[in-house]
């Protein structure tokens, strides 16, 4: 579901998923509100005006891993989204600073809303054209939506379409959105990127497997796509008739740099631009004169997920129809006891200071205390203790009966995987760390990083025991429905892929969002509860809330990060090298 704009401007949605996406649950890469600020300022020397900048220079951002599509309505990553953000519009925009919706940089010149809040009225900018000229109109964003209600399409964003009555297109400058009933998160929701439908066939046949998806042959963005080498870079080249004015910088390259002492190494050399910092890498580059230090409380945690269904067997929640599926439970992880076990197992301030080198706060549940109104502070989280730890597993029936020091159950041993993606040195030490800490009272935990597109295959695949992962890009608004209800558990192509099933918490979310006056104070006791439910059920061990930070060359100006967007501004960057 998408959630960077509130949730989401890009789910990852998600998931960063890593998700990303979805409003981007992406699972993955952080950005939030609060308190941010940057470490270094940069070089001094104000700004030239517009007008006398000499344009030039090529922006090389350090990138973990490759993206997996570059189609907005598809992907789930983070990696994907940092590209398709730079070329596809959206109907609405964010403040960088503050994380309200707004007009600015978006398709929308205004907006307005029916009194019993059901219908949305969007006034779209004139004279915006795809860089093939074609232009980009109500007929776009129109197209896009129905594609992801579309059954020809398989894909994670189905939940922002849920609630839409109609999408109404009287003229191509006006789009009119009709809901059955009132959504809280109806601006959030409409905040994909849009398709170039001129392009695409009509009955949307044609979008999962085409060319596309890997060689976008359009922008509407500030750059257009030039080519991707799978695994080495993705380069794009300047938009010169991108409506908020053409870059200053000729391009921008996304460089694939796995190994995250490698990827520090070309920041400090002055091969890449920026990378995201890993909590180790932040002392070697504080007090570097060539590079600023943009930290910021993010929007995002990390966690480990735990799945609750048979790894063997995975199956969706529900039906077509909207009934419950019985799920074949994991052998192991469908005992509560067992994942209060390992809730209760984890050193979290050893965590916190040993692995995040205290760039993280522990946190007891998914709502995210920078969401003031709808977070529950009451909720304390889960304390380390190994002899309950050990209480719970022996209630559970697991014992080490051969004194091996692996505990078993009806001959089981007490075994599990724990996975989490490659070249991300802060989980890689994490997985280290929880492998030892649940070894130390009888699991036997098998920990591997893996390739980063594996994993997400073997996370919405449902084919894992544990993971480790995490959310960014959350947004203000706390509903996070496309994790937790049971509609979104699918195999393939849902966020709800520890298959949570609470049928409370799905009536509760749906509550929430719906409440007719959508006032927070309303909407509280909704997501407390929500919050109170999935903290005693632990389908999630929650580690740490996310703080970001991210390195940057000082040779170019006019970057000032906001903690919901780093790249608002991007096409007024310049070299400073040039104006000299």
Not at 177 to 189: H, I, M, Y
Request: with cysteine.
């Amino acid at each position: 579901m998408q959630r960077t704009l509130l949730p989401f401007v890009s789910i990852l949605v998600a998931m960063a998923l890593i998700l990303s996406a979805c409003a981007q649950p992406v699972p993955i890469a952080p950005e939030e509100a609060p308190a941010a600020a940057p470490a270094a300022e940069a070089a001094e020397g104000a700004a030239p005006a517009p007008d006398q900048i000499t344009p030039g220079g090529i922006w090389i951002r350090g990138e973990l891993s490759d993206p997996s599509i570059l189609n907005p309505i598809l992907s789930t990553d983070t990696a994907s989204s940092g590209v398709h953000n730079m070329l596809f519009p959206s109907l609405i925009g964010q403040d960088p600073f503050t994380g309200e919706i707004v007009p600015d940089g978006s398709m929308s010149e205004s907006w307005e809303v029916s009194d019993d809040g059901l219908v949305w009225t969007f006034n779209l900018r004139s004279g915006i054209t795809w860089s093939d000229g074609d232009p980009v109109d109500a007929a776009d964003f129109k197209f896009t939506y129905d594609a992801v209600a579309s059954p020809n399409v398989d894909t994670v964003r189905k939940s922002l379409i849920e609630g839409i009555e109609s999408i109404e297109t009287p003229d191509p400058q006006t789009i009119v959105v009709t809901f059955s009933e009132v959504r809280c998160d109806a601006l959030t929701n409409l905040g994909l990127g849009w398709l170039p439908s001129h392009l695409y066939a009509e009955d949307f046949s044609d979008i999962m497997e085409n060319p596309l998806n890997t060689e976008p042959a359009v922008s509407a963005g500030p750059f257009i796509f030039r080519s991707w080498t799978r695994d080495d870079n993705v380069t794009l080249e300047r938009n010169p008739d991108y409506w908020e004015g053409a870059p200053h910088m000729e391009g921008m390259i996304y460089k694939v740099i796995p190994d995250p002492g490698a990827r520090l190494a070309q920041l400090q050399s002055g091969e890449v631009d920026t990378i995201p910092l890993q909590p180790e890498q932040i002392a070697s580059v504080q007090g570097n004169p060539e590079i600023n230090i943009y930290n910021f409380k993010a929007d995002g945690y990390s966690y480990i997920g735990l799945n609750l269904a048979n790894p063997d067997n995975p199956q969706p929640g529900q039906d077509e129809d909207g009934n419950l599926i019985e799920q074949d439970p994991h052998p192991i992880l469908s005992d509560i006891n067992v994942r209060k076990a390992i809730a209760h197992s984890l050193d979290y301030d050893a965590i916190i200071d040993q692995v995040f080198l205290g760039q993280g706060y522990q946190i007891a549940a998914n709502v995210l205390p920078a969401v003031e109104w709808a977070h529950d502070d009451t909720l304390q989280p889960y304390a380390t203790d190994l002899d309950l730890a050990a209480q719970l597993l022996e209630e559970a029936g697991w014992v080490d009966a051969d004194g091996d020091g692996v505990r078993e159950k009806d001959g089981m041993p007490l075994e599990l995987s724990l996975l989490t993606n490659a070249g991300n040195a802060t989980r890689e030490d994490l997985g280290v760390l929880v492998q030892d800490q649940l070894n130390s009272i009888g699991f036997q935990v098998n920990f591997e990083a893996i390739d980063f597109g594996t994993l997400i295959e073997q996370l919405t695949g449902q084919t894992y025991d544990m993971v480790i992962i995490g959310w960014a890009n959350l947004g203000s608004d706390p509903n996070d429905d496309s994790f937790w209800h049971t509609k979104y558990d699918v195999p393939g192509s849902g966020f709800n892929f520890v298959s949570y099933h609470n049928p409370e918490v799905d009536t509760l979310l749906e509550q929430g969002v719906t409440v007719a006056s959508c006032d927070p104070e309303e909407r509280a006791p909704y997501y407390k509860e929500i919050q109170r439910m999935i903290y005693e059920d632990v389908p999630y061990i929650f580690i740490s809330g996310s703080i970001g930070n991210t390195g940057y060359n000082v040779r170019w100006g006019n970057v000032d990060p906001g903690p919901w967007s780093f790249y608002y501004n991007v096409h007024t960057w310049y070299l400073r090298s040039l104006q000299e």
